[in-house]
């Protein structure tokens, strides 16, 4: 993600995925095909968000988005209310918190007590209270990577995060940046070394196609060497930064060099994806929920 992303992130098993919750299914030849969940991060339309949290998601329900994925989870509220309100605006509008982003931090390990701290119990039971089926975090402190062992360790209790989100039918998850791609440990990338270390069954690490290209990955790549392993992705397109220091931002889907609809394709057919979450954070001029439209739009277009 962008910058800006970063900085505003500082601030039982998994369900089974039924005819119910793909409404983006199309029939072929009289048999139905599974093309997955369609969501909006709605850090897409932050400043709106934050505005209006209750129209903007109006806006959003009447667009035809039906998932969605919140990046604010504040003193125990989402977006400034708390989990049983929130879920009542969610289903009063018709949609669904497919997922969420809250950052796991080292304060929410207690080496001593080998145990999660309660306000992470909380994170995660407020989660649940969304009808959640991923508690993903999107991003990682700089002194939980370290040292090779620091690392695994860590790794270790992202596993055990998997077990404790598990308990309440959910699953946890991990989402890139572009430092996993550019930063090495003992010789390995740390993506290789997470891919390698995370329980498929317990954890899931969500690929964001764009982040890594500033890490100097390419999406495509990615998915080949690791097929199967991404249930849910961010779906994303990067341009030339037009600002900022990083080399690329997001833009619509279609309009830059991710090759966006292979590698949801690929996804569909090889890497597992089950949930495809949309996002943009720079617009090119259009306002947030114009681009929202216009992503939603282009998916459908896609099949999805």
Known sequence: MHT????FVKSGGLIALGAAIFPGSVFAGGKRKETGIVGLQLYSVRDDMMKDPKGSLAQLAKMGYVYVEHANYVNQKFYGFPAPEFRKILDGLGLNMISGHTVMGKQHWDEAKKDFSDSWKKTVEDAAVLGQKWVISPSMDETMRKTYDDFKRYMDIFNKCGELCNKSG??????????????????????DIIMKSIDPKLVALQLDMGNLYNGGAIALDVMNQYPGRFEIMHVKDEIPATKGTEKYESTILGKGIVNTEKVVDL?????????????QESYQNKTPMESAREDLDIMKKWGF
Do not use: A, P, V
């Open 4 to 7: 800006s992303r970063r900085t």
């Open 170 to 191: 959910m699953k946890f998850g991990y989402h890139n940046h572009d430092f996993e791609f550019s930063e090495t440990l003992n010789g390995q990338k740390l993506f």
């Open 267 to 279: 996804g569909k057919n090889k890497g597992g994806t089950k949930c495809y979450i949309i996002e």
